[in-house]
């Protein structure tokens, strides 16, 4: 995770009047949220919920169904798969709702993957390239606070909808990027918006064409 503010200074816009759009990036954001958050008749917009010991996450998504078949869409179903798998409970005390934005915001090669609003404990979760962390077996089992976990039943687990990769070591595993996001979101009372973006090594032309087509069919109908 870094800062996006740090990348637009850095390394792409140097030009008049840059400085003042990006810094007013996280009111706009927070505006927008607010707004869609809290509009109850929004049609354009469905609520479901996961429920667990501690509490629940309201998750807001699109009420319109993309007419394609695409993996790429976290729907409410998969979200709410993998919270029932995340293995450190307590740590979903700091999400409040998760929200579904069906658009794909890509600069270069680095793009957008969520926001975090730290007082309002909102997730926003973007459209972008499918990719994986990866984590130790010693890691993963301090992370997790329900005790042993058997790695062997997680490779072989549909998490996102495919076999999870392994990698050389037995004592490695590859994590969906909505946990590792989990892990590292915490609640405070400040209005920081936290950014997470990826920088990727190469991009996929067809890839990023889907997903500026789906981000496009959603911005045609109000999202």
Same mark, same amino acid.
């Given at each position: 995770?870094? &800062? ?21 990036? &996280?009111? &706009?954001? @927070?505006?927008?949220?607010? *707004?869609? @958050?809290?509009?109850?008749? &929004? /049609?354009?917009? #469905? ?22 078949? *695409?993996?790429?869409?976290? @729907? ?35 793009? #957008? ?25 010693? *890691? ?19 998490? /996102?909808?495919?076999? #999870?990769?392994? @990698? ?56």
């Amino acid at each position: 995770m870094f &800062d996006i503010k740090e990348y637009y200074y850095n390394y792409q816009y140097r030009g008049a009047g840059i400085g003042e759009e990006i810094s007013e990036f &996280d009111e &706009d954001v @927070t505006s927008a949220i607010d *707004s869609l @958050t809290g509009n109850r008749l &929004d /049609s354009i917009y #469905l609520r479901d919920r996961y429920k667990y010991q501690q509490g629940m996450v309201e998750i807001i998504h699109p009420s319109l169904v993309y007419p394609k078949s *695409s993996s790429l869409l976290l @729907t409410a179903d998969k979200i709410r798969y993998l919270l029932s798998f995340y293995p450190h409970k307590t740590g979903l005390v700091n999400i409040e709702k998760i929200v579904v934005r069906p658009k794909y915001t890509a600069v270069g090669d680095v793009e #957008l993957i969520s926001l975090y609003l730290r007082r309002k404990r909102v997730l926003v979760l973007y459209l972008f390239h499918p990719h994986f962390y990866r984590i130790s077996d010693s *890691s993963f089992n301090s992370f997790n606070e329900t005790g042993s976990f058997d790695l062997a039943h997680m490779r072989s687990a549909s998490i /996102s909808d495919k076999r #999870l990769p392994v @990698t050389g070591s037995q004592s490695e595993l590859y994590i969906h990027p909505l946990w590792y996001i989990i892990s590292l979101v915490e609640h405070d009372d400040t209005d920081r918006v936290d950014k997470f973006l990826i920088k990727r090594s190469q991009v996929y032309m067809n890839l990023s064409e889907t997903l500026n087509d789906i981000s496009y069919f959603y911005s045609q109908h109000g999202y």
